[in-house]
């Protein structure tokens, strides 16, 4: 199965479209008994504690998100403390809560059903307080588990085509997607999730990393046969989807890579069950065997930069943005931010400003340092604030705009006004018919002209579109709750979004739905 050969891929696309009559055809329903394990557990494998007295960074939020790409001048040495402060704040059980039947474990960043299915892995050279070797991260521990001894990052160099931020890394940092573990709730939508999941945790991750002054780089292409054997994980339940290159020591020599062309020795490892029943849906290992890359010439053209996706002319009024100034930012740090950071229950129908809407709108989308947006290891360039998705926004209450909707422009920036009018109840509707996007400030919806994507990057461009718009979403929570406002991801019917921002989004795909607003009461919930 061809990288290029697009149609495994748009069959599961099109075969995971929620509609009206889909949802109501399902029939789906939550089988608790088979409700699955929240973590991954190595059981015969001693944990190493990660130390939490971590010094704050002391960078408020919105700085944090502005500084976005952890690139700038300033560069701090990656150690454990500073490493266990960026799993923390991006993957970490920040607060926990009893109930009759257990306990409900609230996480750094949002996560679909609250099921947490990506794990992280950790692969160093020596660090600091740290062996080199390969390690799980271990949540509800709060520690690593070694895998394996060693510095890895030959194989790991061999794997992203000699990729320049996993070359002079201090860390690299192994994102994978456990399908049960969601697909217990969402069916095969589950590989979507994989990425707006894994994207929120991104969003985090990224942003401490720039508190911290630690350089940190998005990798998307790599060979996904080698990382997943070097993680000895069985790919019938547990795959590689993203790989983040932290910290930077040019000096170092650099790593030879005809170790990793060796056969890595399987782990074999004992992992606790991850559930009692699983259902198996076919259709997200299709798309993800659609959407790996085989060899290392495959990757080298996953780096050709991201593709031209050009605005249309303006035909509506244009309403420029205008953010906050950093000397009226709210001013409380990333770490605050996170720590308190929930998925809105509810929102009040009450408006927002202007000026706090475009906040959230400039902060998320500030460049990304990804290898899919061409963007290197300095600062972003202009292609790095390139995108694969566009926003498009149902304004319902913000003050000094009219309601309707809307598409952002990011060349000015500025608000382009598609159509005036009161919109609350199709906003509703959109969102899969919840309260929520009816009632928000803003319903902000992420589409993508998919067609032309995949026809640049292959069936590799549908993870690197879902996982942008799981970052900007996460970016949006992070600035959102920087200014005391709530938040909350959402699904949504495809098709019908794709109509309802037409002409103007004819051809593109409904990727992702953020509301915002002001929460109804200070009752917060994981998404």
């Given at each position: 199965m061809s990288n290029r050969d697009t149609t495994a891929l748009w069959r599961y696309h099109n075969a995971t479209k929620h509609s009206y009559s889909s949802v109501r055809r399902s029939g789906h329903r939550l089988d608790f008994a088979t409700y699955p394990a929240p973590f991954k557990v190595y059981p015969d494998i001693e944990s190493i504690p990660l130390p939490r007295d971590w010094n704050g960074s002391g960078t408020d939020a919105l700085s944090a998100l502005a500084s976005f790409s952890g690139n700038g001048e300033q560069q701090a040495a990656l150690d454990l403390r500073a490493l266990a402060a960026i799993l923390y704040y991006s993957a970490g059980i920040t607060r926990r809560r009893q109930y009759p039947g257990g306990e409900i474990y609230f996480r750094a960043a949002a996560c679909t059903g609250a099921l947490y299915e990506v794990e992280l892995y950790v692969a160093c050279g020596i660090l600091p307080g740290l062996e080199a070797g390969l390690y799980h991260f271990d949540p509800a521990a709060f520690a690593l588990q070694k895998l394996r001894t060693g510095d890895r990052h030959s194989m790991l160099l061999s794997a992203t085509a000699n990729e320049e931020a996993v070359r002079d890394a201090n860390a690299v940092i192994i994102c994978t997607g456990t399908y049960w573990r969601?697909?217990?709730?969402?069916?095969?939508?589950?590989?979507?999730?994989?990425?707006?999941?894994?994207?929120?945790?991104?969003?985090?991750?990224?942003?401490?990393?720039?508190?911290?002054?630690v350089p940190a780089r998005l990798v998307m292409g790599f060979v996904d046969d080698q990382v997943n054997r070097l993680l000895d994980v069985d790919t019938q339940r547990e795959v590689a989807i993203s790989i983040v290159a932290l910290g930077r020591d040019a000096s170092k020599p650099a790593r030879a890579t005809q170790e990793a062309a060796a056969q890595i020795e399987p782990l074999s490892l004992k992992t606790g069950p991850p559930s009692p029943g699983e259902v198996d849906y076919p259709l997200m290992r299709d798309a993800h065997q659609a959407s790996s890359l085989r060899t290392v010439e495959e990757v080298k053209q996953w780096r050709a930069g991201p593709p031209a996706l050009a605005d249309q002319e303006p035909t509506g009024k244009l309403f420029d943005l205008a953010p906050l100034a950093a000397a009226e930012w709210p001013g409380e740090t990333i770490e605050q931010v996170i720590q308190r950071r929930g998925s809105t229950r509810r929102f009040a129908r009450a408006p927002i400003s202007v000026?706090?809407?475009?906040?959230m709108l400039v902060s998320a989308t500030r460049g990304i340092a990804a290898d899919f947006l061409g963007s290197g290891l300095g600062p972003p360039s202009e292609a790095a604030l390139s995108r694969l998705n566009d926003l498009y926004v149902i304004v319902n209450a913000i003050n000094g705009l009219p309601s309707g909707s809307y598409y952002l422009r990011r060349d000015r920036p500025a608000l382009e006004l598609l159509q005036q009018g009161e919109f609350r109840d199709r906003a509703g509707y959109l969102g899969l018919e919840q309260e929520l996007p009816a009632d928000a400030a803003a319903a902000i919806f992420f589409l993508a002209d998919l067609k032309a994507i995949l026809e640049h990057f292959g069936n590799r461009g549908y993870r690197a579109a879902q996982i942008e718009a799981g970052i900007l979403g996460g970016k949006l929570y992070l600035a959102a709750y920087a200014q005391k406002i709530g938040a909350t991801g959402l699904t949504f019917y495809d098709d019908d979004v794709t109509d309802f921002f037409?002409?103007?989004?004819?051809?593109?795909?409904?990727?992702?739905?953020?509301?915002?607003?002001?929460?109804a009461k200070r009752v917060l919930r994981t998404l």
């Open positions: 969601n697909a217990w709730k969402y069916q095969a939508r589950t590989y979507r999730h994989f990425f707006w999941d894994n994207g929120t945790i991104l969003a985090n991750l990224l942003a401490m990393a720039a508190a911290l002054h000026e706090q809407l475009s906040t037409s002409p103007h989004a004819a051809g593109k795909s409904a990727i992702f739905l953020v509301a915002v607003g002001i929460p």
